[in-house]
């Protein structure tokens, strides 16, 4: 089967939630039914304690304490080599390059919910967290499956049409995959490592997280 009819069938097969506003706490609550959920962290910052590290780490706390069990990949700080469009992994295969990107591999078809974290760099993810999310080639075949996201950026600019090329991209994202989006917290006017800590976002991600 070449890439053209796998991803057709991909597509045929696979059904799409729909993705209108934000879910609220309550009804992202209500449709997990209490069931403790396997939940990946993908962050992007490459400062180990930057503002979007802040908001992963909040958000974990209360997951943890929800009941959830979390693992975490920091891009920034692993060796994830970009994909190379070689497709000998086929779109759901061995990849070519055996590198930190194997912990993502297993755990992200495990989890019920996957968390991206990320300053915004040019109006869209870090670099080093977009090479994560291009490897997802290489296990496309089996990550479209039902599956929540939450999406948690930082950025310094103060005008929020700037967000929508990042929001567009996790949208489109999610509606590809056929992932539900369980929440998003966006934090604008933070610069300098530490920024996020005399703002309320913190808080909201911890609730995000406790409350999924």
Known sequence: MNRRQFMAASLATTVLAGLGETATLCETAQAREGKAMHIL?????????????????????GAKEAGHTVARFDAALKNVHPCTACNSCGMDGPCVFQDDFAFVREEIGKADLVAFATPM???????????????????????????????????ADNAAKKERPILTHYEMLLDYL???DAGRIIAPGVWPTGAIQSTAYP??????????
Do not use: C
């Open 203 to 212: 808080q909201k991600a911890y609730e995000l997280g406790k409350h999924l």
């Open 178 to 180: 056929g992932w539900q």
């Open 121 to 155: 760099y040019y109006f869209g993810f870090s670099s080093q967290l977009k090479a994560v999310i291009d490897r997802f080639y290489a296990i496309n075949g089996s990550i479209h499956v039902a599956k929540k996201a939450v999406l948690m950026v930082t950025y």
């Open 41 to 61: 962290v993908l962050t992007g910052s490459p400062r180990k304690h930057g503002n979007s590290a802040t908001l992963a780490s909040a958000f974990i706390r």
